[in-house]
C-alpha cells in the first residue's frame, strides 16, 4: 500500500467520501486559490482529450479507458501544501459509466503537472478508500466493491411480479377511466399475467409518446368496484443509450406545467454559468446539481403535479416537481429532455407493499438518451452519482411524456401524466384508492 505522509491530507481525502475535516492553515505557505487549481485540472483534461480524438485515455486493468469531461468537483479542490494540489473528477466512458478520478498536481498556476490519476469511483462505488494509521499518515485501502444493498438499488437485471390495484370510489353517475398499461422495451419485459376489470375495456394508444391505456366507462353500478392486474416483469438497469433517429423537437418544447424560458432561462444559465463552452452532458450536470442543492423532497402544498413554476418558485415538491424543474431548465438552454413514470420496487425486501408511483426523467447529450433520477440523488448523497446516468433494475415504467392527448380523451384536457387511474365525473377529475405491490422472483 502506498503510504501518504502529509498529515494535511485530511482534508482532501476524506472530502471526496463526504467527511469535513479542518486545514492546518501552518501548513501552507502559499495558497493557490481553487479557480486556479480547477483551471489547471482542466486545463490538462483539454489537452489531454484534444491530443487522443476527443477522449481522455485513462488505463484500468490492462485496458485503456475513453472518457469525456461530466465535471470537476469543486467542493474537493485543495491545496496540499506549497505547489502541491488534489482535484477530484467526474469523467464518462462511452458507455455512459462515470469515474469519479482522483488527481494530484504539482505547480504552481499556468504550469500545473499532474504527478499521480487514479480511478476512485464508478458509479458512486469506491474502489478503494483511506485509513488513517497511529502515526497520523494516510494510506490508501482497498475495498470490495460496494452491494447493491448499499446502494439501495438491484443492479444488472431484476425479476418480480407487479400488481396494479385500484378501487373506484362511490359513483353517482357516469364516469370515464383511463389505466396506464405497461410496454415492453428494450430496458423491460412486460407479461400480463392476470387483468380483472369492473367494466367493458378499450385499448387506447397515445402515438405522440407510444403509451396505451385502458378506456372503460362507468356508472354508479360500479361503485367500490376494483381493477386489478398483475404484471410479470424483467428489468435490466438502465443507462445511457442510443438515440434512434433525429430528436424530436417536442422535447425542446413547452408543456402546461413545464414552461421555458423567462426565470428558467436565467436560472439554468446562472447554473451553467463558466461552462458556456463545454458541451451539453457538463451543462446537465450542472443543472443536476442545482437542483440537488436547493431543493427539498417535501411532500406538503401543492405538489405532485409535477408544476415546474412550482418547483422553482417553493424549491420543494416529490419527484414529479424535482424532474419537471429539471426539464424546464434543460430545454430552456437547448438540452432536449423527456419525462416517464412508474414505480420503484423496494431493494431491502422481497415481496410487500410499494409507496406509490415515481418519476424519473432522461435528457440528450453527446449522441445518447442520459437516464437521470434526482429526486433519489437528492435523498441519498451518496447515490447522486450513480443516479446521473443510470435507473435502477428495480422499478417498472407505465407511461412516457406529458399532457397526453388520446381518443377518447378526458374533457378536462390533455392529462397531465399518467400513473394512477384517471376517473373523470363531469369534466371533475375524482381519486380512486391506489395500492401497488410486489413479490421478487415470483
Known amino acids: 500500500m502506498k503510504i501518504i505522509y502529509s498529515y494535511f491530507f485530511l482534508f482532501l481525502l476524506l472530502a471526496c467520501q463526504g467527511k469535513e475535516s479542518k486545514e492546518e492553515e501552518s501548513n501552507i505557505q502559499k495558497r493557490v486559490s481553487i479557480a486556479e487549481i480547477e483551471a489547471g485540472i482542466k486545463a490538462y483534461i483539454d489537452a489531454e482529450t484534444a491530443e487522443n480524438d476527443g477522449y481522455f485515455l485513462i488505463n484500468k486493468e490492462n485496458k485503456k479507458l475513453r472518457l469525456k469531461l461530466v465535471r470537476v468537483h469543486t467542493e474537493y479542490l485543495s491545496n496540499l501544501g506549497p505547489s502541491k494540489h488534489f482535484a477530484c473528477v467526474d469523467l464518462a466512458d462511452e458507455k455512459g459509466d462515470v469515474y469519479d478520478v482522483d488527481f494530484f498536481l504539482e505547480g504552481e498556476p499556468g504550469a500545473m503537472k499532474v504527478t499521480e490519476t487514479s480511478l476512485h469511483k464508478l458509479n458512486g462505488k469506491p474502489f478503494y478508500t483511506w485509513k488513517q494509521l497511529l ?156 437542483i440537488i442543492d436547493n431543493m427539498r423532497y417535501m411532500k406538503f402544498g401543492d405538489y405532485g403535479r409535477g408544476d415546474a413554476v412550482y418547483a422553482c418558485d417553493t424549491k420543494t415538491g416529490n419527484c414529479t416537481e424535482f424532474h419537471s424543474f429539471f426539464i424546464s431548465l434543460a430545454r430552456s438552454i437547448g438540452i432536449p429532455s423527456r419525462f416517464a413514470i412508474g414505480a420503484s420496487i423496494p431493494s431491502d425486501r422481497n415481496e410487500g407493499g410499494i409507496d406509490g408511483y415515481h418519476c424519473w ?82
Do not use: C
Open 135 to 290: 502515526d497520523k499518515t494516510w494510506r490508501r485501502v482497498p475495498v470490495e466493491t460496494a452491494s447493491s444493498d448499499l446502494l439501495g438499488v438491484v443492479e444488472l437485471e431484476d425479476t418480480f411480479e407487479f400488481t396494479y390495484y385500484a378501487q373506484m370510489p362511490e359513483l353517482k353517475q357516469k364516469a370515464e377511466v383511463w389505466i396506464p398499461i405497461a410496454q415492453t422495451d428494450d430496458f423491460q419485459t412486460i407479461i400480463v399475467k392476470s387483468m380483472k376489470l369492473p367494466a367493458q375495456e378499450k385499448v387506447i394508444e397515445d402515438k405522440e409518446n407510444g403509451n396505451k391505456m385502458i378506456y372503460m366507462a362507468m356508472g354508479p353500478e360500479h361503485s367500490n368496484s376494483e381493477i386489478e392486474i398483475i404484471y410479470q416483469v424483467k428489468r435490466i438497469e438502465k443507462g445511457p443509450y442510443d438515440a434512434r433517429g433525429k430528436v424530436d423537437q417536442k422535447y425542446l418544447e413547452p408543456n402546461l406545467l413545464m414552461p421555458i424560458g423567462g426565470q428558467f432561462e436565467e436560472i439554468a444559465l446562472e447554473a451553467t454559468q463558466g461552462k458556456e463552452n463545454d458541451g451539453d452532458l457538463v451543462k446537465a450536470r450542472a443543472l443536476y446539481d442545482y
Open 361 to 442: 426523467a432522461e435528457f440528450y447529450a453527446e449522441g445518447k438518451w442520459w437516464p437521470v433520477d434526482i429526486s433519489e440523488g437528492n435523498k441519498y448523497t451518496a447515490l447522486a452519482t450513480y443516479y446521473f446516468g443510470r435507473h435502477p433494475a428495480n422499478r417498472i415504467e407505465l407511461s412516457k411524456g406529458r399532457d397526453l392527448k388520446i381518443d377518447p380523451s378526458p374533457s378536462s384536457g390533455p392529462i397531465n401524466f399518467l400513473a394512477y387511474p384517471l376517473v373523470e365525473v363531469n369534466g371533475e377529475i375524482i381519486y380512486p384508492k391506489v395500492g401497488f405491490s410486489f413479490t421478487r422472483g415470483a
